[in-house]
C-alpha cells in the first residue's frame, strides 16, 4: 500500500509545476498530494515522510501566489502535525513540540528559498519578454526610420524642384521676350537694342545666381536684397523692363512680410507673371497686394488670350500646396478672350496682423 501511494505521489510530480494550465487545476493538485503525503506519513516513519512535505511545501511557493502559498503551507504544517501526533501519542508532549517546531522551520527555510526562486523565474520571464518588445520596437523604429528618410528625401528633391521652377522658368521668360524685343530693335535702334541685351545679360546672371539660391536652400535674391512689399515691387518693375509688358503694381496695408510668407507671395508673384508672358500673351498685368483683418491677397490680373479651361503645370500646383499647407488658398479664374485672374491669400502672424 505504501508503494502504491509512493508511486501516485510520483506521478502527480512528473507533471510540469510551470506553466499552470489553472488555478483550480493546480490547486486540485497540491490538495490530492498533500492527502496522499499525510495518508504515507501514517504507513511509513515520520522522519522520512517529512521530506514529502516539504516537497509540497516548495511546489505550492513556486506556482501560486504568496497567500495562497501560504495556506497551502499551514494545511500542510497542520496535516504533518497530526500525523506526528498518531506515532508519538499525546503522551509525549516535549518530544512533540520539538519536532514540530524542526518541522517549521524546515518549512520557513523551504518555503523561502523556493519563494526567492519563482520570484527570479519570473523576473527572467518578464526580462525576456521585454527584450523582445525593445527588439521589436527598434525593428518598427528602424523601419519607420527608413520611411522618414525615404519621405524627407521626396519632399526635399520636391521643393528643389519647385524652387528651381519658380526661378528658372520666371528669369528665362523674360529673357526670351527681352531677346525677341531687342531682335525688332537692332535695325531700328541699335543703341537701345544694346541697352536691352545688356539688361538681359544681368538678368541672365541673376536668374543662374537664383538657381544655384534656391538649391542651397535660400529665399530668392530680391527678398535678401529688399524687404517684403519693395521686393514684390521690385520683381515686377525688373519684369516689365526684361519683357516690355506693362506692369501696374499696388500694395495697400504694410511693407513688412514675415516668413514664410514673404517667399511664397513672391513665388506666386513670378509665376503669375510667367504665366502671363509666356501663356497668356498679355500686353497688360495689374499685380495688387493688399494686408488687411489678418492675412495677405494677392490679385494677378492679365488681359491676356484666356482660356477655357485651366490644368495647372508645377508652378501653380507648387503654389496651391504650400498656401494650402501655410492655412490659405491659391484660386484662379479665365475664360476665353477674358484674360486671367489669380488670387493667393494668407494668413498673417498675429503680431504682423495687429502690427
Known amino acids: 500500500m505504501l508503494a502504491g501511494l509512493l508511486a501516485l505521489l510520483c506521478a502527480l510530480g512528473v507533471a510540469p509545476t510551470f506553466p499552470r494550465a ?3 487545476l493546480g490547486i486540485a493538485r497540491i490538495a490530492a498530494e498533500l492527502g496522499l503525503t499525510f495518508a504515507t506519513s501514517l504507513l511509513a516513519n515520520p522522519s522520512i515522510t517529512w521530506l514529502l512535505y516539504f516537497v509540497v511545501v516548495a511546489e505550492a511557493f513556486l506556482a501560486f501566489p504568496l497567500r495562497l502559498a501560504l495556506g497551502i503551507a499551514s494545511a500542510g504544517y497542520a496535516l504533518a502535525a497530526a500525523a506526528m501526533l498518531w506515532w508519538i501519542g499525546p503522551l509525549h ?3 512533540f513540540l520539538e519536532t514540530m517546531l524542526s518541522t517549521f522551520t524546515g518549512f520557513v527555510f523551504v518555503g523561502a528559498t523556493s519563494r526567492m526562486a519563482a520570484n527570479q523565474w519570473r523576473a527572467r520571464r518578464e526580462l525576456e519578454a521585454l527584450t523582445t518588445q525593445l527588439r521589436e520596437a527598434n525593428e518598427r523604429l528602424r523601419a519607420y526610420a527608413q520611411e522618414v528618410e525615404v519621405l524627407s528625401a521626396a519632399r526635399e528633391r520636391e521643393r528643389v524642384a519647385h524652387a528651381v521652377h519658380d526661378s528658372v522658368a520666371h528669369a528665362l521668360t523674360g529673357i526670351l521676350m527681352g531677346l525677341q524685343a531687342a531682335r525688332r530693335l537692332l535695325t531700328k535702334d541699335p543703341q537701345a537694342a544694346s541697352e536691352r541685351l545688356s539688361a538681359l545679360e544681368e538678368a541672365a546672371r541673376q536668374g543662374l545666381e537664383e538657381v544655384r539660391r534656391a538649391v542651397r536652400n535660400l529665399r530668392p535674391i530680391s527678398l535678401d536684397r529688399k524687404e517684403g512689399i519693395k521686393a514684390l515691387e521690385h520683381l515686377v518693375a525688373e519684369f516689365a523692363e526684361r519683357t516690355g509688358l506693362e506692369v501696374a503694381f499696388h500694395a495697400d496695408g504694410g511693407n513688412h512680410l514675415p516668413e514664410p510668407v514673404a517667399t511664397l507671395v513672391y513665388n506666386a508673384l513670378q509665376e503669375a507673371l ?11 498685368v495689374d499685380v495688387a497686394v493688399r494686408v488687411a483683418d489678418g492675412q ?12 477655357s479651361a485651366v490644368t495647372p503645370g508645377m ?3 507648387g503654389v496651391r500646396r504650400r498656401a494650402e499647407a501655410a492655412g490659405g488658398s491659391l484660386r484662379w479664374q479665365t475664360a476665353p478672350g477674358e484674360g486671367f485672374e489669380l488670387v ?4 498673417l502672424p498675429q503680431a504682423v496682423a495687429h502690427g
Not at 495677405?296 to 482660356?307: I, K, Y
Open 315 to 317: 508652378g501653380l500646383e
Open 22 to 24: 489553472s488555478v483550480r
Open 93 to 95: 508532549p516535549r518530544e
Open 296 to 307: 495677405l491677397t494677392l490679385t494677378v490680373r492679365d488681359d491676356g488670350a484666356g482660356a
Open 344 to 347: 493667393l491669400t494668407l494668413p
Open 274 to 284: 510667367t504665366n502671363a508672358a509666356r501663356h497668356g500673351r498679355a500686353s497688360r
